[in-house]
């Protein structure tokens, strides 16, 4: 059957009924019914989805940094800054001293947020979710699920768990990504890097997070000279084993020695014996993370197998190492063991990966473990 074509006439009429439905649908998205047109992003990237706040109309009031931050600052921006006693008042009342806490808020003005918002939304909300809950459109597809912003936890900022980490932290972290996940590394402006830092600070509950005074922030945990650069690599890797076996990373992590020459390495008696699952990693039900009110269990990686989230080399895997990772059951290890040792575990794990990881002969050398007398 040979098509029909549209007369003149009707097709002027299809047109205009075309943009009248067009011009009803803009009209409902824009509000409709009278009501003012709901403000949208201006992002030349995106449309907002239907219905999604977009404009942040609130300020809001987080723990700052410290006082040693606003001293810096203060000294740095004289005219900025007076005296009152021992404390500094701003006069752009972005830094307020509180007698109450004995702490500085920083008060994140709304038009600041609403930019932060909207290019969370642009950019973060399919994993993380719109309300930052770690349950976006992608997120019930991956395993870990992303990051629920609403905890104030994160695992690779390299600030010692016990503390938030600082804007600069949160920052290289989203520029770097998170190897082996979906979180890939975002080049994306600096400022814009810190107005999304500050709405995903803004999501903290009251009193948790950003918004308890009792919270600190910490800085990138410190890092001192390598003690073995320069020297044979064989020299730290059998350091790093020697350290990594003798302060059990292995009741974690999997054990890369046999049984016999753990107890050789650990100084024990040779009679000895561990339970089936040495060589392999345990899984950590009780991690504090949780996405819609379920607690993500956590499998510490095997460094012959996985890929390290955010340790490509040994100065990144000293830093993980000596901060450890908040929630997870990884403690911070720097002034627990002596920074020679974590530098030289460091170089053990990373050593294990560039040998093992997706080579042919990982299988013999893992099963060769296993089936020591």
């Given at each position: 059957?040979?098509?029909?074509?549209?007369?003149?006439?009707a097709?002027?009429?299809?047109v205009?009924?075309?943009?009248?439905?067009?011009?009803?649908v803009?009209?409902?998205?824009?509000?409709?019914?009278?009501?003012?047109?709901?403000?949208?992003?201006?992002s030349?990237?995106?449309?907002?989805?239907?219905?999604?706040?977009?404009v942040?109309?609130?300020?809001?009031?987080?723990?700052?940094?410290g006082?040693?931050?606003?001293?810096?600052?203060?000294?740095k921006?004289?005219?900025?800054f007076?005296?009152?006693?021992?404390?500094?008042?701003?006069?752009?009342?972005?830094?307020?001293?509180?007698?109450?806490?004995?702490?500085?808020?920083q008060?994140?003005?709304?038009?600041?947020?609403?930019?932060?918002?909207?290019?969370?939304?642009?950019?973060?909300?399919?994993?993380?979710?719109?309300?930052?809950d770690?349950?976006?459109?992608?997120?019930?597809?991956?395993r870990?699920?992303?990051?629920?912003?609403?905890?104030?936890?994160?695992?690779?900022?390299?600030?010692?768990?016990?503390?938030?980490?600082?804007?600069?932290?949160?920052?290289?972290?989203?520029?770097?990504?998170l190897?082996?996940?979906?979180?890939?590394?975002?080049?994306?402006?600096?400022?814009?890097?810190?107005?999304?830092?500050?709405?995903?600070?803004?999501?903290?509950?009251?009193?948790?997070?950003?918004?308890?005074?009792?919270?600190?922030?910490?800085?990138?945990?410190?890092?001192?000279?390598?003690?073995?650069?320069?020297?044979?690599?064989?020299?730290a890797?059998?350091?790093g084993?020697?350290?990594?076996?003798?302060?059990?990373?292995?009741?974690?992590?999997p054990?890369?020695?046999?049984?016999?020459?753990?107890?050789?390495?650990?100084?024990?008696?040779?009679?000895?014996?561990?339970?089936?699952?040495?060589?392999?990693?345990?899984?950590?039900?009780?991690?504090?993370?949780?996405?819609?009110?379920?607690?993500?269990?956590?499998?510490?990686?095997?460094?012959?197998?996985?890929?390290?989230?955010?340790?490509?080399?040994p100065?990144?895997?000293?830093?993980?190492?000596?901060?450890?990772?908040?929630?997870?059951?990884?403690?911070?290890?720097?002034?627990?063991?002596?920074?020679?040792?974590?530098?030289?575990?460091?170089?053990?794990?990373?050593?294990?990966?560039?040998?093992?990881?997706?080579?042919?002969?990982?299988?013999?050398?893992?099963?060769?473990?296993?089936?020591?007398?």
């Amino acid at each position: 059957m040979k098509p029909r074509h549209l007369r003149p006439a009707a097709a002027l009429l299809l047109v205009a009924g075309l943009t009248g439905s067009l011009q009803a649908v803009q009209h409902a998205e824009e509000g409709g019914h009278g009501q003012a047109a709901a403000p949208v992003a201006t992002s030349p990237f995106a449309r907002p989805p239907l219905h999604v706040p977009m404009v942040i109309t609130e300020p809001a009031r987080l723990v700052s940094p410290g006082e040693e931050y606003v001293d810096a600052l203060a000294e740095k921006d004289v005219g900025r800054f007076r005296k009152d006693g021992e404390h500094w008042v701003d006069s752009r009342g972005e830094f307020t001293w509180d007698d109450d806490e004995e702490i500085y808020w920083q008060t994140v003005p709304a038009d600041v947020l609403t930019r932060g918002r909207q290019d969370f939304v642009q950019f973060c909300s399919s994993c993380h979710g719109l309300d930052g809950d770690g349950y976006g459109r992608s997120a019930q597809h991956l395993r870990p699920p992303p990051r629920s912003f609403l905890q104030s936890t994160f695992k690779f900022t390299k600030v010692p768990s016990d503390k938030l980490p600082n804007d600069a932290s949160l920052i290289k972290l989203v520029k770097h990504g998170l190897d082996g996940t979906p979180m890939y590394p975002w080049a994306i402006s600096e400022e814009r890097l810190g107005n999304i830092v500050q709405y995903i600070k803004s999501l903290s509950p009251e009193d948790t997070g950003w918004r308890d005074p009792a919270n600190e922030i910490g800085d990138i945990v410190e890092t001192g000279a390598d003690p073995w650069a320069g020297k044979p690599p064989a020299e730290a890797f059998a350091a790093g084993e020697l350290a990594y076996h003798k302060n059990q990373c292995y009741s974690c992590h999997p054990a890369y020695v046999t049984p016999e020459r753990l107890n050789e390495l650990r100084g024990v008696d040779a009679k000895t014996t561990y339970g089936a699952d040495l060589t392999f990693p345990k899984l950590k039900k009780d991690s504090s993370y949780e996405v819609q009110g379920y607690h993500v269990a956590i499998l510490p990686p095997d460094f012959t197998w996985n890929t390290m989230r955010y340790s490509r080399d040994p100065l990144e895997t000293y830093q993980t190492i000596a901060a450890g990772i908040g929630g997870a059951g990884m403690p911070t290890w720097k002034g627990a063991m002596p920074d020679q040792d974590i530098w030289a575990i460091a170089h053990y794990v990373r050593h294990l990966t560039d040998t093992w990881k997706d080579k042919p002969g990982r299988a013999a050398f893992m099963a060769g473990l296993r089936k020591a007398p």
